[in-house]
Structures are given as structure tokens and as C-alpha cells.
């Protein structure tokens, strides 16, 4: 087997560049050209309907680990309206579609309750993703949480998060959430201007905004967390500035910061393409906005809990998505939903059709059940690490010494200003943060290589902000005070939005699968990875180019 060096000289000066970015004096916005996936992780292996069916029932009446942290996730596949930047709308909310879909999102949990590999262990955390989820009635989320109380085994310190947006903080359903156990609120802000907000489909203005973050927070009964992104059209750095002084001055526990993804084939794109909307930030214009936002809350001195996530009190512990970072089993429900249980990564059927039918006859709705990559446990430990900043060769050289040879790559990137080294391990450099994602994605592929002798390369489309042609300008201006090293203006000509999945609230969904809801994301909620992208050389979306040991391709 060549050593890494030897393999990334046979690669093409594309493919080396997309593995290990350039050497440059500005690796902020120069050592790569766009982010290439939108989770970072390894494909499995899809199972035929009856074999999923069959594997399901052994898994589930398998013992639990004990001691083993675990999470459930619940999709709500609805939304009162499809925001532009969005790849996560199914269906437009329905009152008697509503009601039959949670009829159907009971049976489902009660199905599963019954199972040893449920109902012997506990739970410690619950997302409840869309959709937007806070679009349920207060009747129906009611029944939906007592269901949870119900059939689910939960842990006496368990967070249960309802996501969802500011339009449905109403007493009515606030009642219903605090009475029946929700205690950690994740709403999709994305801006508070008013004008950015609502032509990207957001409907209150800042003012409605403040006040029913006001309203939740008296409650008392929650952890708050909202999200922002950075990129949007005409989102300028004054006004991004000006997003970050209203979080700070907003009664909120945390705070998710995310890049916007615009993927080639959005309405986001299109809407740009087309004229009707003002181009986006590019990926180098949004690499500033970063580092804007990173020096705003190093100067407040907020807690990280991951790469995009911030704590500002003790209230917030971002338990779920730090769970599904690492890889720790996710038991799905709904119409959408995706997880992670006894070896085994899953998507529900996003059809509503296809969900209802098999929910009625008895089975578990799968559009698809996969089989991990037997090198899923590295794959989340580096996962892991990189979503915290930092890279520990220690717990993979103790899985495989041969992982040791990741130095390598590691130094590379540390003559190239991505990563520093404090004499025990690597730490990311603000370049190195930007494009984490990255960084990872290529650390799994080289460990994959190293173990296996086949070498592979995932590439999404996710960066059409990039795309030569397109209207000129995002709105520029770097405020006053910025970081140090900042080009001054936004370099025009490229416009950038959020993706047809984009990665958001939901930050953590387990490797292999793609995270976030569909309310506002950079990451997409219950998507398994390599499914929505396309591989380098143009390959169709899917197919993942896979090396051999001698450098034969094959596809799979």
C-alpha cells in the first residue's frame, strides 16, 4: 500500500486540491475553493425491504448496552410555509392531515415500545425535528408528547427539544409544550431583519421576533436556543453585525451559527439565477462573516459546545446533537425521520403515503435501512473530534496503528495554517474552524485508505454561490472593528444561498446521516449522507467513486 503522500501525488491536481486544499497566506477564505459535503462521514450498505424488515426485529429485541447513552428522534413533516433556502419541505400543514399523521406517529412509537431494545434502556435525549414541528396544534402536541412520556423510557436528567419558529410562540401552544415536558426550544431565527427574513419565505418582523423570544423566556420552563446564518442575500457584514448585537441582546440560553449552503438544483438558486432574489455571500465572503461572528462571541466569552454551537448559560447543554455527533444509537420515528441503532443507519419513508401504509401493517416504515461501514466507529471518532475543534491521533492509533500515519496529514496542514500542534494534540486554527467539515471528510477518507487499501472521494453540490455567471455583488463592507485580515468589501460576482438541505438547528444527526430540520438549516435533518450529493469528476448524485488499492475505480 502507497504511503499518503504517494497516493495524493498519483491524484489529480483537482482531486488534491479537494482533498488537501492549497498552501496560501490566507487559508480563511483561500485553502479550499467551496465546502464539499454537508456532513462529513462513510456510506453503508442499503438492505432489501424484506431483509430490512427482518433485521429491524432481531435488532430490536437485542439486549441494550447498558450504560449506553441514547436519543430518539421524531419528524414532523409539515411547515405553515416553504422558506426559499430550504430542501426540507414535504407538505404544507393540514389540520385532518395533521390529525391522522400523529394517529399514525403514535402507532409508530408504540410499535417500537414494546421492544426489548427499547423499552430495557433509557433514553437521555429527544429531537423533535421537521417540518416544523411548533406548526402542530396544541391538541396534537399534546398527544404527541404524552405519547413520548409514554412509550418512551426516559432518563430523569432528559432534554426534550421542540424545534420550530417564532410564528407559532402563541400561549395556547407554550402551555401545551411546558405541561407536557419540553425543556429545550431550538427556533430557527435565521435573521432578524425583517426584509432578509421575509423574501426568503420567514414571516415575522424583528419586533415579533424579540417579543416572543421575550414571552418564551418568562415562562421559565426551557433552555432557548435559536439559530442564525450567515450568507443570506443582502445580509451585508453591517447587517450580519447587527445579528449578532440582537442575539447578545436577546433572553436566550445558546445559539447555533451556520454558513448557508447554496445547492445547484434550490428554489434558492434558481430565485438568484433568475434575478428575483440579491446574490449571496460566496464561500470566501461568508469565510469573513465567520470570523466576524468568532471574534463577537470569543469577546463574550460564550461557551462552544461544537463547531457551530454556543452555550451562553448552564441551561443549555446541546445534549442531543453532541450525542448524534458521536454516533450514539437514535431510534427514528416519523415520516422522515432518520437514525442510528445496533449497527444499522435508517431513513424513514418521506412520503406520507408510504409511511401510513406500512405503519398500518405493522411494519417499520424504512425507505431505506443500511448497514454501517465496519469502519463507522473511526469514522465517528474523528467526527467527534472535529466537531469540537481539535484532532487526538491517540484513541485511533489505540483502534489501529496504522492510523498513526494520519500524522501526515495532519502536519501538512499545519504548515498550511489549518491546524496547530500543543505538543500533545492538534488544534484547529479560525481557518481550520471554517472548514472543519473538510478536514474531516478527508481525515475519514485517508483512515479508510489506511485500513482498507480503497481510497474515495464524496463531493456534494453545495457551493452553486460559487458558480461563475451569476448577478454581481453581495453587498459589501466590512464593519468597523472587524478582525484584522479581512478583505475590505464583499468580492462581488457570486451569489450564495441555503441549500436544498441545509445545516441547522439540528446539527447533529449521526454520522453517516445528515442533520438539521427543515426550518432554517445548513445541514439537512434525517438525509443519509451521499444521497443528496454528486461525486467529483460530475458523477450523478449518488454514486460514490471508490479507488482500489491500485487505483481502479469502481462505483457503488
Known amino acids: 500500500m502507497m504511503k499518503p503522500e504517494e497516493l495524493f501525488a498519483k491524484m489529480s491536481p483537482e482531486e488534491r486540491l479537494m482533498q488537501l486544499g492549497r498552501a496560501t497566506d490566507n487559508p480563511l477564505m483561500e485553502a479550499f475553493d467551496a465546502k464539499r459535503v454537508v456532513h462529513a462521514g462513510l456510506n453503508g450498505r442499503p438492505l432489501s425491504p424484506e431483509e430490512a424488515q427482518q433485521t429491524w426485529q432481531k435488532v430490536m429485541a437485542t439486549e441494550p448496552v447498558k450504560g449506553q447513552l441514547q436519543s430518539a428522534y421524531i419528524h414532523i413533516p409539515f411547515c405553515q410555509t416553504k422558506c426559499l433556502y430550504c430542501g426540507f419541505f414535504q407538505n404544507a400543514a393540514n389540520q385532518s392531515a395533521e390529525d391522522r399523521y400523529i394517529d399514525l406517529l403514535i402507532q409508530d412509537l408504540e410499535s417500537d415500545a414494546t421492544q426489548r431494545r427499547l423499552k430495557d434502556g433509557l433514553i437521555q435525549t429527544v429531537f423533535i425535528g421537521g ?14 408528547l404524552q405519547a413520548i412520556k409514554k412509550c418512551l423510557p426516559l432518563a430523569n436528567d432528559y432534554e426534550l427539544t421542540l424545534e420550530g419558529r417564532i410564528n407559532d410562540v402563541v400561549p395556547e ?13 431550538s427556533l430557527g431565527v435565521q435573521s432578524f431583519h ?23 423566556k418568562e415562562y421559565n420552563q426551557c433552555a432557548l436556543v435559536v439559530d442564525l446564518i450567515y450568507g443570506l442575500p443582502d445580509q451585508t457584514p453591517e447587517k450580519w453585525q447587527e445579528d449578532l448585537e440582537l442575539l447578545e441582546a436577546a433572553p436566550i440560553d445558546g445559539m447555533d451559527l451556520y454558513q448557508l449552503n447554496v445547492f445547484e438544483n434550490s428554489d434558492l438558486n ?3 439565477k433568475n434575478g428575483k432574489v440579491s446574490p449571496a455571500a460566496t464561500t470566501r465572503e461568508q469565510a469573513a462573516m465567520f470570523a466576524q461572528a468568532r471574534a463577537f462571541v470569543d469577546s463574550y466569552n460564550y461557551r462552544r459546545l461544537s463547531a457551530a454551537h454556543w452555550s451562553r448559560s448552564s441551561r443549555e447543554r446541546s445534549l442531543y446533537n453532541t450525542m448524534a455527533k458521536r454516533g450514539y444509537p437514535m431510534f427514528p420515528f416519523g415520516c422522515g425521520a432518520s437514525g442510528n441503532v445496533g449497527g444499522y443507519m435508517t431513513m424513514l419513508h418521506r412520503s406520507l403515503g408510504a409511511y401510513e401504509h406500512m405503519v398500518e401493517a405493522g411494519q417499520k416504515p424504512f425507505m431505506v435501512l443500511m448497514k454501517q461501514s465496519p469502519l463507522q466507529e473511526v469514522a465517528n471518532i474523528i467526527v ?8 487526538d491521533l491517540k484513541p485511533l492509533v489505540a483502534y489501529d496503528e496504522r492510523l498513526a500515519e494520519l500524522t501526515w496529514l495532519y502536519d501538512l496542514w499545519r504548515e498550511r495554517g489549518l491546524v496547530e500542534h500543543n505538543g500533545i494534540m492538534y488544534k484547529l486554527t479560525l481557518a481550520g474552524e471554517f472548514w472543519h467539515v473538510n478536514l474531516t471528510q478527508t481525515t475519514i477518507e485517508l483512515a479508510q485508505y ?8 464524496s463531493h456534494e453540490r453545495i457551493a452553486a454561490q460559487n458558480a461563475p455567471g451569476k448577478p454581481a455583488g453581495h453587498p459589501g463592507g466590512v464593519p468597523k472593528g472587524h478582525p484584522g485580515g479581512m478583505p475590505k468589501g464583499h468580492p462581488g460576482g457570486i451569489p450564495k444561498g441555503h441549500p436544498t438541505g441545509v445545516s441547522q438547528g439540528n446539527p447533529g444527526h449521526p454520522t453517516g446521516i445528515a442533520k438539521k430540520s427543515a426550518h432554517a438549516m445548513t445541514e439537512p435533518e434525517g438525509m443519509i449522507k451521499g444521497h443528496m450529493g454528486s461525486m467529483i469528476k460530475e458523477q450523478p448524485p449518488g454514486i460514490h467513486v471508490v479507488r482500489g488499492a491500485k487505483g481502479n475505480e469502481v462505483s457503488g
Request: glycine residues 6%.
Open 270 to 272: 434558481t430565485a438568484i
Open 450 to 457: 489506511l485500513l482498507t487499501g480503497e481510497s474515495s472521494m
Open 194 to 216: 425583517t426584509k432578509i427574513r421575509r423574501q426568503l419565505g420567514r414571516l415575522d418582523d424583528q419586533e415579533t421576533i424579540l417579543e416572543r423570544l421575550r414571552q418564551l
Open 384 to 391: 467527534d473530534q472535529l466537531e469540537h475543534c481539535y484532532f
Open 131 to 144: 417540518g416544523t414541528p411548533t406548526s402542530l396544534s396544541a391538541t396534537n402536541a399534546a398527544r404527541l
Open 173 to 185: 401552544k407554550m402551555e401545551a409544550w411546558f405541561a407536557n415536558g419540553v425543556n429545550r426550544m
